[in-house]
């Protein structure tokens, strides 16, 4: 028979709609609010349909087991080391694998900043399972969301498990934004921070992880916002601040350092950067 709730060993809070509705007329708790949390373990038959959708967004982490969520006309399987983010209002259904039942956590999340959030990890209805490539890190979020929610619904309370979920969802959208370790992108980005001290040629790097020099600058779009060279320019000019924070090296040698021959030459991208010279920025709290 399926169940939505009821496991041996579940942890759940439902935040009173009381409070809720007070919560999110609130600074801060009105941005992000939880206002459903739990877990549940070994979910054997737990199922849920929702034909309108929810009034929330819903974040569920699967920690063990393998479970499925139909949205629309297609059925998605989850597993371990996956989530699946529902967007307020999207009809759905979920249920646990009958051989493998889920271990979940979950958390409904409300607030003007829920949508952005949920847009910053590039979820949809037709693709909203996610990687999660920092799993201890989620449940321990999730984990401070239950624990803190448990003791009370205090506005200190409400507001701490908003930093935790906050924390939560941004850390999700990383998850997707990075690239797996051997992924040609992650492997070119490994490649530009061994080589800080040089200059570094697209076509011969996109050669060299096995794309094309268009693809790896689209890739390097997507994850950065900028092209291959403005990452590697930021990865040396981040070491060049580092030295001059750090260090009594000079100008030249700093220059020399991050793979700049001529220290005028990295005085002038310094300046054009960071709006002072690398003498100002060394200068700056002196």
Known sequence: ??????????????????????????????????????YYPDALD??????????ETIVMVCAAGTGWARIGDTTHRIG?????????GVPHSYGSDESHPWTIWWAHIAGTDAPELVEGMEVTAA??????????RAVALLDE?????????????????SGAAWKLLTQLA??????????PLQRAMNYLSDRLDGSVRVPELA?????????????????TGGGVLAHHTALRMARARQLLDTTDATIAEVARDVGYHDPFYFSRHFRRRHGMSPSAFRARDS
């Open 46 to 55: 737990h199922q849920m349909s929702r034909p309108r959708g929810t009034n």
């Open 174 to 183: 990383v998850d997707c934004l990075l690239p797996a370790p051997e992924d």
């Open 207 to 223: 050669r060299l992880v096995g794309v094309s020099p268009t693809h790896l600058t689209s890739l390097f779009r997507r994850a």
């Open 1 to 38: 028979m399926p169940v939505e709730d009821g496991f041996r060993g579940q942890r759940l809070v439902v935040v009173p709609r009381p409070v809720v509705s007070g919560a999110l007329r609130k600074p801060v708790t009105r941005r992000l609010l939880v206002t459903d949390v739990g």
């Open 80 to 88: 371990s080391q996956q989530a699946i983010v529902i967007p307020r």
């Open 127 to 136: 693709r909203p399972v996610l990687r999660v490539r920092t799993m201890e």
């Open 145 to 161: 969301i239950v624990t803190n929610l448990e003791r009370d619904q205090t506005p200190a309370r409400l507001m701490a498990a």
